[in-house]
């Protein structure tokens, strides 16, 4: 039994001309301290699925169907109340922009202290205690005098490890980390990555990661699940992702790596854009890009069906055996040197 | 959203609607008005309206207390309200827009200036000024433009010199500077076209604030002074009236809200026809 | 925090050089001051007196300067109605005119805050239209007819409150109401903008995500930060507070500083009305000075150092 599990998660945006699909019947899981990656473009549905889990889509925005259970209960049917006593407790979650995450008027030992309040019924003095002693686990340099400073005061780095002390200061099972490090300079960004892996296996938890960066993804995640248009296309352990690749819009993506360890392999964006989500493809959504569609993916609805037993794809043309893994890419490489 | 937009056209409409409606009165007063403004009956002296039993229709809207004809000096009193309001208002707005871009356009030593000028000027409430001048000077018609004029210049001089100082920024003006253009040309050619909606909003809105400070001025007994036909006169004037003949100060309340309302329904409809996020801030 | 109110402070004889630089140009350049002061019985004497005592044949420039000295030492001259000095005349009823402003804001504060944040929360559904309907309709009411039909009401038809004066709580009730009516069309309206801005911050969806009720939103993370933009409209409204305080004090014959200075202009006594300007000025600096203070206790951004 997976420690979460997601399945048919489906979020529209309520507009002036009817609905609109965010996500679209996702289904996932996330097992008891594992880093699973949610890879997708932006607008691909990964941070509105992220935000759906804890129940923090605001309107327009609305879940209407699917389940999310966690410790035998389905999140989506709990009453408010009961929601709230996961939030921050049992799930946390930060976000990509630090920043404006936090709350500018408090000081940040006031910000971390907040879930412990909420969640636990230790005096102030205690709470105090932990949530400075969180400060300092998570690389606050001297957070005894910095536990009473403005988050406009603090560097970048420092503001999101303010966040991932705030989000872990319960000792949640689950954190959902949407973007952590994208608006971080580079060499933040890898602090971070580190940070959150070091708190993972201390801590015992696991990590869902949202992001765009298939780089952070062969870094820090033990599994991916690749979004593209509100579904999932493709997951797969980390490795067998890159190495054993079974959708053509996961090789895409890969392809658009800048990696100078893949250098025979030529830098390619993804050509064309996301479809408009009020005018989808009735087949695969992804057919109107790729390369390897045939009049038959236009039309059939593809599903994300197992082609072994830790790797499912969506594309029907991998699960009838048409197309080889990995997916090859279609320009041809370019000679050396 | 269909909601809001009839809403938009609606307050364009009945804003509109009504502020035509007292211009027109204003300009053809004489016509209108059934009696002289200035005559005085003391036979008919506090006739009530003629919804009430004593009514006269001689005096539809009843006579104040030197039996003069309340509507005709309804009539004649939205005269001072529009004469005022509006040359204050233009008078601010030309000031305003004319420093204030000044400011926003070279900076330095005028930018500070006037900016500070403006920011001092907060702590100088437009009703003292009107006070000091009127105890220097007495009420008139003319002071009471200039005090309303003076004090409300700050507005459009805080939105000009914002919008100037962004618009300065952008290409079109950028490209005009680099092909040598002056500075009257780039403001008159490129700058103040830009300007134009806002301050059209911002004017429509200020004649109403313009137009209740006139009648308090005038209810304190700073504006023109008695006998007068202003509608804040006739209010003072009916003050003291107020148990016998409340009618008086009643119906002259009346004509300033729907003259000030329908031009703040015409205001904020025009300023949701270009910022549809904004709703009635002042 | 200490160095910003210094700071601030610095700030304020400016103020006052700028105000007593625009009573003196429109004393001594709209007319002849004597005429000003003085009505038209007087005896050669008495005007011959007074031209001394301002010092009218001295160049301008001096008799700026002096009249910058009396104002710094406090004279203004002699009240010509009470044939006391000015100054105490004036100080005399601050007290009332802060009673009345400091109710009546409280009131405007609270109904406007509170009426702003129904109409924010309940966006585009009948309670947003109703408020602000009203508040469009608020600011079109010349309040000093809304005191009439307060008194007309509740004073003359109902005879619930008395018509005007001072003495009693009940006294307060219909000044203040008046005075408060005319700030709160404008705080319903920017608290109902400020709080829709406020409304889309991400730190909301973190305080939500740490599992905070509704309740613990809007009043730990929403209004702290909401409220600075009210605040600096608060600011901003200082004069026309003293506006609406004039008019208010004078149809309730409520003894402040307002009905004083109406009364002085007719009676010509420029001293007083000098004195009252000037008061009234300072209080206005001083008031938008403990706004800053307060907006920079609740928002450490403002602390400037």
């Known amino acids: 039994m997976a420690l979460l599990n997601i399945s048919g998660l489906t979020t529209v945006f309520e507009t002036a001309t009817g609905p609109v699909g965010a996500v679209d019947g996702a289904s996932f899981t996330l097992e008891a301290g594992e880093v699973l990656g949610l890879v997708g473009e932006s607008g691909s549905g990964k941070s509105v699925s992220a935000f759906s889990i804890l129940r923090l889509i605001n309107p327009p925005g609305k879940i209407i169907g699917g389940r999310v259970e966690f410790g035998g209960r389905d999140l989506l049917s709990l009453a408010p109340r009961e929601m709230r006593a996961v939030r921050g407790k049992d799930i946390s979650m930060i976000f990509q922009e630090p920043l404006s995450s936090l709350n500018p008027v408090q000081t940040i030992g006031a910000q971390v202290m907040e879930p412990l309040l909420i969640h636990t019924s230790i005096g102030k003095r205690k709470a105090r205690d932990r949530a400075l002693a969180m400060l300092y686990r998570v690389g606050i340099p001297d957070a005894e005098s910095r536990f009473d400073v403005y988050p406009h005061q603090l560097s970048g780095g420092l503001r999101q490890r303010v966040m991932i002390a705030l989000a872990l200061v319960c000792e949640p099972k689950i954190l959902i980390a949407d973007e952590p490090t994208t608006a971080l300079d580079v060499t933040i960004q890898a602090q971070i990555l580190a940070l959150l892996k070091d708190l993972q296996s201390e801590l015992g938890m696991a990590i869902l990661l949202i992001t765009h960066d298939l780089g952070v993804i062969a870094e820090v995640a033990d599994r991916v699940a690749v979004m593209y248009a509100g579904q999932i296309v493709e997951s797969a352990p980390v490795q067998a992702i890159f190495d054993d690749t079974a959708h053509p819009y996961a090789a895409a993506l890969i392809n658009s790596i800048p990696d100078r360890t893949r250098q025979a392999r030529r830098l390619i964006a993804v050509k064309g854009n996301i479809p408009d989500p009020r005018h989808l493809p009735p087949g695969c959504r992804f057919a109107p890009r790729c390369g390897f569609a045939q009049p038959s993916c236009v039309t059939t609805v593809q599903k994300l069906t197992a082609v072994d037993p830790t790797h499912a794809t969506a594309c029907m043309r991998v699960q009838a055996g048409e197309l080889p893994r990995p997916i090859p890419t279609l320009t041809p490489e370019l000679p050396h040197g | 959203m269909k909601h809001s937009m009839f809403g938009k056209k609606l307050k364009m409409r009945l804003g509109g609607g009504i502020v035509i409606a007292v211009i027109l009165m204003a300009i053809f007063a004489p016509l209108l008005a059934p009696h002289d403004p200035y005559d005085q009956d003391l036979m008919s002296r506090l006739i009530p309206p003629f919804w009430n039993a004593q009514g006269d229709w001689t005096y539809p809207l009843g006579t104040d207390n030197f039996g003069r004809d309340m509507l005709s000096r309804l009539i004649y009193g939205s005269r001072l309200s529009i004469t005022v309001g509006v040359a204050a208002a233009l008078l601010a707005c030309t000031m305003g827009t004319i420093l204030g871009m000044w400011a926003g356009y070279s900076g330095g030593y005028a930018e500070t200036a006037i900016m500070r000028l403006a920011d001092a000027q907060l702590a100088f409430p437009d009703i003292l000024l009107a006070i000091l001048i009127v105890a220097a000077v007495g009420g008139s018609a003319l002071n009471l433009i200039l005090v309303l004029g003076l004090s409300g210049w700050t507005v459009y001089a805080r939105v000009m010199y914002n919008m100037t100082r962004s618009i300065r920024e952008r290409p079109f003006v950028e490209a005009a500077v680099s092909h040598g253009a002056r500075s009257a040309y780039i403001i008159r050619q490129h700058i103040f076209p830009q300007l134009i909606p806002v301050l059209t909003v911002v004017a429509t809105l200020q004649v109403a604030q313009m137009i209740l400070q006139e009648t308090a001025l005038s209810f304190l007994g700073l504006g023109l002074p008695p006998p007068t036909a202003t509608w804040g006169n006739m209010l003072a004037e009916g003050r003291d009236r107020m148990w016998a003949a409340p009618w008086i100060s009643n119906l002259s309340g009346v004509a300033i809200i729907i003259l000030v309302w329908g031009i703040n329904m015409l205001g904020n409809g025009l300023r949701e026809h270009l910022d549809p996020n904004q709703r009635g801030r002042q | ?305």
């Open chain 3, 1 to 305: 925090m200490f160095a910003f109110i210094v700071r601030r402070l610095l700030t304020i004889p400016i103020t006052i050089l700028l105000v007593v630089f625009v009573t003196f140009i429109v004393l001594r350049v709209t007319g002849d001051p004597v005429q000003i002061y003085l009505d038209i019985n007087a005896t050669p004497e008495q005007t011959a007196l007074l031209r001394e005592r301002l010092h009218l044949d001295e160049p301008l420039i001096v008799q700026f300067g002096l009249f910058l000295w009396d104002v710094l030492r406090g004279d203004f001259g002699m009240s010509l109605q009470f044939a006391t000095p000015a100054l105490p005349v004036v100080l005399g009823r601050l007290g009332a005119t802060i009673q009345l402003v400091s109710v009546a804001l409280l009131f405007a504060f609270v109904f406007g805050v509170a009426g702003g944040i129904v109409a924010a929360l309940r966006k585009d559904r009948l309670p947003d239209f109703l408020l602000s309907a009203l508040a469009v309709a608020g600011q079109s009411m010349p309040s000093f007819w809304l005191g009439i039909l307060l008194i007309q009401t509740f004073a003359l038809d109902l005879k619930w409150l008395p018509t005007s004066g001072t003495g009693s709580w009940q006294h307060l009730i219909l000044p203040a109401v008046t005075l408060a009516t005319f700030l709160l069309p404008n705080f319903i309206l920017i608290t109902r903008t400020t709080v829709l801005e406020t409304r889309s911050e991400l730190f909301l969806t973190t305080a939500r995500s740490k599992g905070a009720s509704e309740s613990s939103i809007m009043f730990r993370h929403l209004l702290p930060n909401a409220i600075n933009p009210v605040l600096s409209f608060l600011g901003l409204q200082m004069g026309r507070l003293v506006g609406g305080s004039i008019i208010t004090e004078t149809i309730f014959a409520w003894p402040g500083i307002g009905s004083l200075m109406i009364r002085s202009i007719f009676q010509r006594d420029v001293p007083v009305v000098i004195a009252a300007v000037f008061i009234v000025s300072i209080a206005i600096v001083l008031a938008n000075l403990l706004v800053d203070i307060l907006q920079s206790l609740i928002d450490p951004r403002m602390r400037l150092d």
